[in-house]
């Protein structure tokens, strides 16, 4: 095989757990998984995971889309036949790829949360804020781009997996909290200092959450002690990675001291505190651990907006108003016996749009089916807790919704 006929897909494009969409090679052509395989992990699939692998160029989603332009433009122009049928040909050797090959809403996320976890578990970063910064943007720009989808798709893994805990909340938090300051109108200085704050409030504690997250009991002395005063902690170890912004500090290190009350009356760092503790309990409710099952949307939605003290919490409501009482992502059963997630907000907090994918019969159904749940046949009856859901959901389906 020709050198030339091989691309280099960059690091991160493979995933643990993905079904192969093509055949991998090493370097020198050497075939070593073939497509349809799911690639298990083991140390070979993370060195290719993190450094990359080969593949033919004329397998890539690239390829065949340059490919198409190519034969489109023939057409139009009215080329002989013989020059069509030559196309593959010739344009294999002109070699026209981009640099890198695209990725889908599934993948991106998937490298999102891996550049998530690294990032965050260097004990000695360079240009650490400068990396978040650049993490934050790319995260943003596919939550500013498809905000319901993304919602959904994060929402969702979320509730499914307690593997890489402390990164998928990180994420998760971070588009939250871009809602809510969006919500609240605060000004952009605010709003950078709160996203900062929402991917790097647990720096330095993501080992202990996601050995939390994974084991079978309850934390134990040890572990709470170890906790308890992480927020100091991991605003001590951003100051000494570069971060020099003191409301982004505040925030991280006063996120679990924050109480209730308005936020008129705070500091700009004690009010995104107590922004940043609601969002991150919302979205810890919204996660299982090994040792208890996730809540249901309406339940999280319910355990924010009412504050410590029972009272409707300010920054509780704001998270509500963004994101509404059945979050895209969360799992409800309608009026009419069907049960389905929710993919997308809608008019009204508490009426989103929902893909049915159980019937009233019980079976599965062959497609996901959008539902408008302003009818009152098929409203919402019931909010459900991820558990609740014994079906394998088809998410790439949703996502074309």
């Known amino acids: 095989m020709a050198a030339s006929e091989l691309f280099h897909l960059p690091a991160r494009t493979l995933r643990l757990g993905m079904t192969l969409p093509y055949d991998i ?14 690639l298990r992990d083991s140390p070979l699939v993370r060195a290719l995971v993190d450094g990359g692998a080969w593949v033919m160029s004329a397998d890539t989603l690239e390829y065949q889309r340059a490919l198409a332009h190519r034969l489109d433009t023939l057409v139009m122009q009215d080329a002989m036949l013989s020059d069509i049928a030559k196309a593959d040909t010739s344009f294999r050797m002109e ?96 709003s950078e200092a709160l996203q900062g704050a929402a991917l790097t409030m647990n720096y330095g504690a993501g080992t202990a959450h996601d050995r939390l997250a994974s084991q ?29 912004d003191p409301v982004w500090l505040t925030a991280v290190r006063l996120h679990h001291e924050a109480g209730p009350g308005p936020l008129a ?41 009412l504050d410590e003290l029972g009272q409707p919490d300010e920054a509780g409501a704001a998270l509500i108003k963004a994101v509404g009482l059945y979050p895209p992502g969360t799992i409800v059963r309608l009026a009419n016996g069907e049960v389905g997630i929710v993919f997308k907000r809608g008019f009204s907090a508490n009426e989103p749009l929902v893909a049915a994918l159980i019937g009233k019969s019980g079976s599965p159904l062959s497609n996901p089916v959008p539902r408008d749940t302003r009818l009152a046949s098929q409203a919402i009856a019931a909010s459900l807790a991820p558990a609740d859901l014994k079906l394998r959901v088809n998410l790439d389906a949703l996502l074309k919704l």
């Open 95 to 190: 070699a026209p790829l981009a640099s890198k090959v695209e990725l889908g809403p599934r993948e991106a996320w998937s490298d999102l949360l891996l550049h998530t976890h690294s990032l965050l578990r260097e004990t000695e970063p360079l240009d650490f804020p400068a990396r978040v910064a650049q993490l934050r943007d790319a995260a943003l720009k596919r939550l500013h781009a498809h905000p319901d989808a993304t919602l959904m798709l994060l929402v969702f893994e979320s509730s499914q997996e307690f593997d890489d805990y402390s990164a998928r909340h990180a994420l998760l938090t971070l588009l939250l909290c871009d809602l809510v300051a969006r919500q609240l109108q605060l000004d952009p200085a605010l």
């Open 265 to 305: 009356a705070r500091s700009d760092g004690e009010k995104l505190a107590r922004l940043l503790r609601r969002i991150d309990l919302f979205g810890a409710r919204l996660a299982p651990r090994r040792s208890r099952t996730a809540m249901s949307g309406a339940a999280a939605a319910r355990a924010v907006f």
């Open 25 to 38: 090679y090493d370097e020198a052509g050497k075939l070593m998984f073939a497509r349809g395989q799911v």
């Open 216 to 244: 079978a009991g309850p934390a134990t002395p040890a572990q709470r002690q170890a906790l308890a005063a992480h927020g100091d902690r991991a605003a001590q170890r951003l100051a000494q990675a570069g971060v020099t």
